[in-house]
């Protein structure tokens, strides 16, 4: 149901206060409820695919919840999983966990945990989304100082800065014009390619979510497909040409798995976590895989730096 945006909306809207109170009780009676809860964490990282479901979180009483539940050790791994999509989503939702001494918990989570395989990932994963949204603001604030200081006293009205100004003082400093301008219908209208998973290929229609969080992939059949995969551009680093751990196919007359599309025709969407191939696209041409790649390219610079630019311009 989560991969309907319409319906997961609607649970987040309607049942996330429940949904805070039973993690709350249950993370209250010792060692038992672990799988009750391991079971709603799974739900909530569904539901934190829309930013306005982390909002209904955030008001429930979600981020205390969500800190209570780093001293679980059985559920370490899907808390941080969550903390991580929070505080990487917004930077009051960041301050909030912050200023409930989320990164000393967080850290504390890691050494109990310390023999779980995926905790150290996991926490070093939250704490890097919350600096990386300090750092964000930080680097706003002091680009903004450069620019006055750099431009003299006659233009610290903001509202007078124009692009001619703005070259003069030889700033780089967030665009007037839409930022994706070049790349806003290619996204949005969606691009029919094949996704390679595990040497398979499937037809998909890829484009960007309403909010520019995340990509699509689509079935190609119907009218109104069924979403099929989600790609969250806070997990991608970089989006590169070429093969990708997907492409590979396996052969009976082969000793290694190798790719049987041409790797220009390619391209791939690299992960933060360890270099972790997110998608494995595979196009109808060199020249569009090119331009599929400077697309989410541009996308992501903008989803870093003016994240507020994405869905209207």
Not at 140 to 147: G, V
């Amino acid at each position: 149901m989560t991969r309907d945006d319409r319906l997961s909306s609607k649970i987040a809207e309607d049942g996330m206060p429940a949904i805070m109170r039973t993690t709350a009780r249950f993370l209250n009676n010792d060692d038992e409820g672990d799988e009750t809860v391991s079971l709603i964490f799974e739900l909530l990282g569904q539901l934190a695919f829309l930013p306005t479901n982390l909002r209904a979180l955030v008001g429930a009483g979600g981020v205390s919840v969500l800190l209570d539940s780093l001293q679980k050790t059985a559920l370490v791994v899907k808390a941080l999983t969550t903390i991580d999509s929070l505080v990487s989503a917004d930077l009051e939702y960041a301050t909030l966990v912050s200023e409930k001494s989320g990164e000393r918990l967080i850290r504390e989570a890691m050494m109990r945990a310390h023999k779980h395989p995926k905790a150290k990932d996991a926490g070093e994963a939250a704490l890097l989304s919350l600096r990386a949204m300090f750092a964000q603001k930080e680097r706003q604030r002091t680009n903004r100082a450069a620019l006055f200081a750099r431009l003299g006293e006659e233009h610290m009205d903001a509202g007078k800065l124009t692009t001619q100004t703005l070259k003069a003082g030889e700033v780089e400093d967030e665009p007037l014009e839409d930022p994706v301008k070049k790349f806003r219908d290619l996204l949005t209208n969606g691009s029919v390619l094949k996704v390679w998973d595990k040497g398979k290929a499937a037809t998909r229609k890829v484009a960007v979510n309403a909010d520019w969080s995340s990509l699509l992939l689509r079935e190609t059949a119907a009218k109104n497909a069924a979403i099929q995969g989600r790609v969250p551009f806070r997990h991608v680093k970089r989006a590169q040409l070429g093969f990708g751990q997907g492409h590979l196919v396996k052969s009976i007359l082969a000793s290694k798995p190798k790719p049987t599309a041409k790797e220009d025709y390619c391209f791939v969407l690299k992960g933060h976590n360890n270099g972790d191939d997110l998608l494995c696209g595979e196009c109808a041409s060199k020249q569009d895989a090119a331009k599929i790649v400077d697309a989410i390219q541009r996308t992501l610079t903008v989803f870093t730096q003016w994240p507020h630019r994405l869905a209207n311009g």
